[in-house]
């Protein structure tokens, strides 16, 4: 499956034992050339709660289990829709930190409310010591002292979306050193679970281009999670305003939050597209 072009493996988890696949099988599986192919694999499992209907796993290409996908819970819900495990709609499902409530639309997009955004250090996990900082509008900015020399402003906002994000705002997406700079923000000291690195070129108050180096993924066409965080990001930084049009290379996503510096509890809703591009069998 995909969603703006962010591709997914998608298991059935309740009808068969996955858990004892090892992490090099995950890997095997993703793998372009030599497997299915995949961004991340989604298993779709009995909820663990009472107020979940599933629980939702995420693996990205590199084997490793993450907490949140946001491209892949509009693929989630239409997976479990087209597969007759549920007729309910909305959803909510179980994900690492919290329950997310995912709804298909009559036009076959899917919204989802994706949570508040987290901005406490502890809990995205970022450690900001030693870095120099500078406020811009409600939002603290943070230089990463990078080995390579940076083209650009390489200042970053940090929040979690689930997982976490570090932004950062260019004046031209199509030359921004995504794949040679994104690979070492990802692994940045500062992140000890590490990091998605986005870059955002704003078009206007209402529209965004994005790119997103994913940890444990690299750069894919579209990253749900990565969208949220740069129009939360952006909004603070006083660039934005809610709903926003954000341009992937796989598609367009829509993204709206209400928070504000006194209220920044409030959901982000995200619409999108979800499409199977087909059905199969491997063995393991």
Not at 99 to 121: C, N, R
Not at 173 to 184: I, R, T
Not at 263 to 276: C, D, F, L, R, S
Request: hydrophobic share 40%.
């Amino acid at each position: 499956m995909h969603g703006a072009g962010n591709d997914f493996i998608v298991l059935n988890g309740i009808d068969q034992d996955l858990s004892t696949i090892t992490r090099k099988q995950w890997q095997a599986l993703a793998h372009r050339q030599f497997g299915i192919g995949a961004d991340q694999i989604l298993i779709v499992e009995k909820a663990t709660r009472p107020d979940a209907d599933f629980r939702y796993r995420i693996f990205n290409a590199d084997g490793g289990e993450v907490e949140q996908c946001g491209n892949g819970s509009r693929c989630f819900v239409r997976f479990v829709l087209d597969q007759g495990l549920s007729n309910k709609n909305p959803l909510r499902v179980e994900v690492a930190h919290t329950v997310l409530t995912l709804k298909s639309l009559p036009d076959g997009q899917v919204e989802v409310d994706m949570g508040a955004p987290i901005f406490e250090h502890k809990q995205i996990p970022f450690n900001a010591s030693g870095l120099a900082s500078v406020q811009e509008f409600q939002e603290i900015l943070y230089a990463l002292p990078l080995s390579r020399p940076a083209t650009h402003d390489s200042l970053v906002g940090v929040l979690s979306m689930g997982n976490p994000h570090a932004v950062q705002v260019v004046t031209d997406l199509e030359g921004a050193p995504v794949f040679e700079e994104g690979s070492e923000i990802e692994k940045y000291s500062a992140f000890p679970n590490r990091v998605n690195a986005g870059y955002m070129q704003v078009m206007n108050r209402n529209e965004i281009k994005l790119r997103v180096y994913e940890r444990g993924a690299g750069e894919t066409l579209a990253c749900g999670t990565g969208a949220c965080a740069a129009v939360v990001s952006g909004i603070r930084r006083g660039l934005l305003d809610s709903p926003v049009k954000v341009h992937t290379r796989g598609g367009d996503l829509h993204i709206a939050w209400g928070g504000t510096v006194e209220n920044i509890t409030q959901p982000v809703i995200m619409t999108g597209p979800a499409a199977t591009a087909f059905e199969g069998e491997t063995e393991i």
